[in-house]
């Protein structure tokens, strides 16, 4: 009888209730669930060195049977758990420090897999760093050409069970595939159908004598699609949605605030400015309503671009609301919009929680009434007892540092307003589409003119003294510096400078001038006030964690110190940097370092200015969660999908998914049924975004 992949997986055979619980530990509930546990390495037996060849100071991987173990207490009271090795070529013991709770474990006759360095103790003798035991006593493995696909685990259930199961079911279950991505489709995007994946996956081929790791990629590669397509299709899908929800109202160009702030401007607009204005000038005199992202680096003149789209909605009789994470930034936004609005004639409201209960009551009277036309805020902006009277377009920036709930209340405050998103977290396209696929995006890629850049250079330790000593020289030309630490306390477990002790310590070293601390861990009040204290010029020097990553414009610092730079990714040292060169003098950004490991990857951040390019070298070297910005996103889970070198996927699935979608926005057809089924149980909103009628 043909199996249901829908099925509980305890009806296959060698599980039972008892193993199905164990199973359900990695999230194995059904028949489809196990199918999708692929194997997240592979032995393959063409790697296995003999033991009798195994030399002393090489790197090896051994495959013998235990034919004896113990443990071994030492004088110092340190225990050895102590296992011999034998292969059909000889014998070698294996020795594991400090780790005696392996004698409940690893037991005589059983086919154990080591790995690790050859050593010489009275003889030879393998420390590893990783064991598996690949076979009970009295079982067998052949593994002449053969590859051994090594699973994830849990307490009660080894690899060795796991990868029984699935060997003793896999023809069972490979019958059982039903392939829900159209042939078409497939071919277009050249991937496998989806049942020679698994196969691929959980059975691969051996080539030439050796593991074919070309053909577990294209394995990879087909659930990797699959997951991005299941992604796309819901982001493509809700971006479609929300264009079509009614807007607040029709917008015009009439040109009247928007090009009198064009003329007032006290410099000119970047070629990416330009065309950033154009797009969502578009957006919002569409028929449909605006949901965009404005990403760019720090600097690029993001508030800028907003305040056209702000100007647009007032000149339409429509109010404009802008929405910062921090009191600091917003009370910052405030004076750069006021400072930029004065030739207009026109004052934006400030309301924040710190201001008087009469103040903010003054300010809500008049957006209720539509005296005030523009407003900057924080949280404030979303209490009950705030309303407005024509609410036409949102701006929120840092939009990634506010959860969902908080930016639809804001939204929700108007009748479908215009949404405008900002971003100083520049991440790579293929990224961006992947975390912001439903937005529209439109990106600042230059710099105005004028700003100098920031020069970098990477130190080591013994240039701690010079560096201190350019640090009071700036100091005494009336600027200011910033020194991050990785961490805020000492601790006996890792060996780093820690911010709050080197606040004491540079104190001293850079008397007379004033030094102020900044963590984490502070009341944001108390945070608050060290920070205005800075901005103002009272605090000549802050020593930091990286609370001050996208913070406050402080025009007179003009030098950034790291210390442990080898601790940050290369997007979070790049907005570190961000912080100096806001104003018109030169800037330095110093990296302190004796981790010679580090040397060429900060060495090539040295190099690069673009936030951009250094955000594809971060995406490259530590993945996508390590992205500044990047792990506040949430609701993106992807198993398969390696986005450093996946672009084509993310572009290709994307493409499959605007055309399924053109032709059936519901997956209403018999043909996307089973597309429709995976997304409703991947994605909660996928009922809500697929409903039909």
């Known amino acids: 009888m043909r199996l249901r992949l829908e099925s509980s997986v305890q009806y296959l055979k060698g599980v039972g209730p008892?193993?199905?619980?164990?199973?359900?530990?990695?999230?194995?509930r059904t028949m489809e669930d196990l199918l999708y546990h692929v194997p997240h390495r592979y032995l393959d037996a063409t790697t296995v060195t003999p033991i009798a060849k195994a030399a002393i100071g090489q790197e090896v991987t051994l495959v013998g049977r235990v034919v004896s173990k113990g443990v071994l207490p030492t004088r110092k009271g340190l225990r050895i758990f102590r296992a011999v090795l034998q292969d059909d070529s000889g014998l070698i013991e294996c020795a594991w420090?400090?780790?005696?709770?392996?004698?409940?474990?690893?037991?005589?006759?059983?086919?154990?897999?080591?790995?690790?360095?050859?050593?010489?103790?009275?003889?030879?003798?393998?420390?590893?760093?990783?064991q598996i035991v690949l076979a009970e006593e009295g079982e067998t493995i052949e593994r002449s050409g053969m590859v051994i696909p090594i699973y994830h685990a849990t307490e009660g259930l080894s690899h060795r069970v796991i990868r029984r199961v699935i060997q003793d079911n896999l023809d069972a279950l490979l019958e059982a595939v039903e392939d829900h991505l159209p042939q078409a489709f497939r071919e277009r995007s050249g991937v496998l159908p989806l049942k020679r994946a698994f196969e691929l996956l959980?059975?691969?081929?051996?080539?030439?004598?050796?593991?074919?790791?070309?053909?577990?990629?294209?394995?990879?590669?087909?659930?990797?699609?699959?997951?991005?397509?299941?992604?796309?299709?819901?982001?493509?899908?809700?971006?479609?949605?929300?264009?079509?929800?009614?807007?607040?109202?029709?917008?015009?160009?009439?040109?009247?605030?928007?090009?009198?702030?064009?003329?007032?401007?006290?410099?000119?607009?970047?070629?990416?400015?330009?065309?950033?204005?154009k797009e969502i000038t578009a957006d919002m005199v569409s028929e449909e309503r605006m949901h965009r992202l404005l990403m760019g680096d720090v600097g690029t003149?993001?508030?800028?671009?907003?305040?056209?789209?702000?100007?647009?909605a007032v000149e339409n009789g429509y109010q404009?609301?802008?929405m910062a994470p921090t009191e600091l930034l917003a009370e910052q936004h405030a004076r750069t919009l006021s400072a930029l609005l004065a030739p207009l004639g026109l004052v934006p409201e400030l309301l924040i929680g710190r201001m008087s209960p009469s103040a903010k009551a003054a300010v809500r009277e008049r957006l209720s009434s539509g005296e005030a036309q523009i407003v900057v805020g924080t949280h404030a902006l979303i209490e009950d007892r705030t309303a407005f009277r024509n609410l036409g377009l949102v701006v929120i920036d840092e939009q990634h540092r506010f959860g969902v709930e908080q930016r639809a209340a804001l939204i929700e405050k108007g009748e479908?307003?215009?949404?405008?998103?900002?971003?100083?977290?520049?991440?790579?396209?293929?990224?961006?589409?992947?975390?912001?696929?439903?937005?529209?995006?439109?990106?600042?890629?230059?710099?105005?003119?004028?700003?100098p850049g920031v020069k970098t250079a990477v130190l080591s330790d013994g240039s701690r003294a010079k560096v201190y000593r350019f640090v009071k020289e700036r100091c005494a030309a009336g600027g200011q510096a910033y020194v991050v630490y990785p961490v805020i306390e000492e601790s006996q477990r890792v060996d780093l400078r820690a911010a709050t002790t080197m606040a004491e310590e540079l104190s001293r070293i850079l008397a007379p001038y004033r030094v102020g601390l900044v963590h984490g861990r502070m009341k944001p009040e108390e945070r608050d006030r060290v920070m205005r204290a800075f901005r103002d010029g009272e605090i000549s020097v802050l020593v930091s964690t990286t609370v001050i990553e996208v913070g406050i414009d402080v025009p007179g610092a003009t030098v950034m110190v790291i210390e442990h730079p080898e601790r940050f990714g290369l997007a979070q040292l790049h907005q570190l940097r961000g912080r100096v060169g806001r104003g018109t003098e030169e800037s330095h950004c110093i990296l302190l370092t004796d981790d010679h490991h580090a040397l060429p990857r900060l060495?090539?951040?040295?190099?690069?200015?673009?936030?951009?390019?250094?955000?594809?070298?971060?995406?490259?070297?530590?993945?996508?969660?390590?992205?500044?910005?990047?792990?506040?996103?949430?609701?993106?889970?992807?198993?398969?999908?390696?986005?450093?070198?996946?672009?084509?996927?993310?572009?290709?699935?994307?493409?499959?998914?605007?055309?399924?979608?053109?032709?059936?926005?519901?997956?209403?057809?018999?043909k996307h049924l089973l597309l429709r089924r995976r997304l409703e149980q991947r994605y909660e909103r996928g009922i809500e975004l697929f409903r039909v009628g």
């Open 18 to 28: 008892r193993r199905a619980e164990q199973f359900a530990r990695l999230g194995i």
């Open 97 to 130: 420090p400090g780790q005696a709770f392996l004698d409940r474990t690893i037991r005589p006759g059983q086919l154990l897999l080591v790995t690790g360095p050859v050593k010489h103790f009275h003889g030879r003798q393998v420390v590893p760093r990783e």
């Open 202 to 277: 959980h059975r691969p081929p051996v080539v030439s004598g050796g593991l074919s790791r070309d053909a577990i990629e294209e394995g990879r590669r087909r659930l990797a699609f699959d997951e991005l397509l299941d992604l796309q299709l819901v982001v493509v899908r809700a971006r479609s949605l929300a264009r079509q929800a009614g807007k607040a109202g029709r917008f015009t160009i009439k040109g009247e605030l928007t090009t009198a702030l064009k003329h007032a401007l006290p410099f000119e607009l970047t070629r990416s400015q330009k065309r950033a204005i």
């Open 301 to 312: 003149g993001k508030t800028v671009v907003a305040l056209f789209a702000m100007l647009l």
């Open 320 to 322: 404009a609301v802008f």
């Open 416 to 451: 479908a307003p215009e949404v405008l998103l900002l971003s100083a977290t520049p991440i790579p396209r293929t990224l961006a589409l992947t975390l912001y696929g439903d937005l529209d995006i439109s990106i600042l890629a230059e710099r105005p003119a004028g700003r």
């Open 603 to 670: 060495k090539q951040f040295a190099r690069i200015s673009d936030g951009f390019r250094i955000a594809e070298l971060d995406l490259k070297q530590r993945g996508m969660g390590e992205l500044a910005g990047v792990r506040q996103s949430g609701g993106i889970n992807l198993k398969y999908t390696d986005l450093s070198r996946d672009g084509d996927l993310v572009m290709s699935a994307r493409r499959v998914a605007m055309e399924i979608l053109e032709g059936d926005p519901q997956l209403s057809h018999p």
